[in-house]
């Protein structure tokens, strides 16, 4: 375990609580590598005797750290860092995940089915199809490594695609272990997507959820509603993506355009109609 400068650690001048201000150092140090995933932190004891604090203030740090999913408590033991959590950054699409290590990728961990069924009113209305059309209903596992990190149940449009059209009453194949969903569907069938339009929010994961994913019934999740459209801007997936909240986090990064000022930039951000 390395020595940790905490000469900068505790600004006592600031409105910040303390315990705030401590694991945002200590979330600092853990991001910037300081300790592996797998290290023990110094020790309750160790951390207050270093930074003049009180107990308390140390386990209210370490209870935001471990509720973020960055450290878990082994009784008898001590606080140990946590595998980094999978981070999604939606860019330009749907298609475009990505992970925070190149030596990691997403991959097919489970293929649980696919079948052709009636879209129903809510699914025809976002995929702009009848109730009665019949779709693609395809339910997989994205993993990292060995984690299991969502639960994806997507409706395709039968047209999505010449590919998808191709099958007549067929249904698409995807290879457990290889790339992520959206890759194959592009490479196997010519499913192009140019926009999606996302929606998160937090739930609970219910029993079938907790089961898949290897969590427990109730356990906190991030629930990812995506409408992806081509180039054309005609809907054709929709997808309902069930993710623990401990294995992953979001990063967006908004484009603005546009020209006033100084600068020859106005901030401009368009906010989308999310999917009902």
Not at 126 to 142: K, S
Not at 161 to 170: N, R, W
Not at 268 to 276: E, N, R, T
């Amino acid at each position: 375990m390395q020595t940790v400068d905490w000469t900068r650690a505790i600004d006592r001048s600031s409105p910040i609580p303390y315990y705030y201000q401590l694991q945002e150092i200590l979330k600092q140090e853990i991001e910037a590598g300081r300790w592996a995933p797998g290290d023990l932190l110094p020790s309750e004891a160790d951390l207050e005797a270093a930074l003049g604090v009180s107990r308390t203030v140390v386990r209210q740090a370490l209870a935001v750290l471990e509720a973020d999913g960055q450290v878990f408590r082994v009784k008898g033991k001590g606080t140990i860092v946590a595998q980094p959590k999978f981070r999604y950054e939606a860019l330009h699409a749907a298609g475009d995940w990505a992970v925070g290590s190149a030596a990691e990728e997403i991959v097919v961990g489970a293929f649980v089915d696919v079948r052709r069924v009636e879209a129903g009113s809510r699914v025809g209305r976002l995929l702009g199809v009848g109730p009665a059309d019949r779709v693609l209903e395809m339910t997989v596992v994205h993993a990292v490594g060995d984690r299991s990190i969502a639960l994806i149940q997507t409706f395709l449009r039968v047209d999505g695609s010449t590919g998808l059209a191709a099958l007549g009453d067929g249904l698409p194949e995807l290879v457990v272990r290889g790339p992520d969903m959206l890759v194959q569907l592009a490479e196997r069938y010519g499913l192009t997507i140019s926009r999606s339009l996302l929606t998160i929010e937090g739930t609970v994961a219910n029993e079938f959820e907790a089961e898949t994913l290897g969590i427990g019934q109730g356990a906190a999740v991030f629930l990812l509603s995506s409408v992806d459209e081509d180039a054309d801007g005609r809907p054709v997936m929709f997808s309902r993506s069930i993710i623990p909240v401990d294995r992953a986090r979001f990063a967006v990064a908004v484009a603005r355009w546009g020209s006033a000022g100084p600068s020859g930039i106005a901030p401009y951000l368009s906010v989308l109609p999310a999917p009902v």
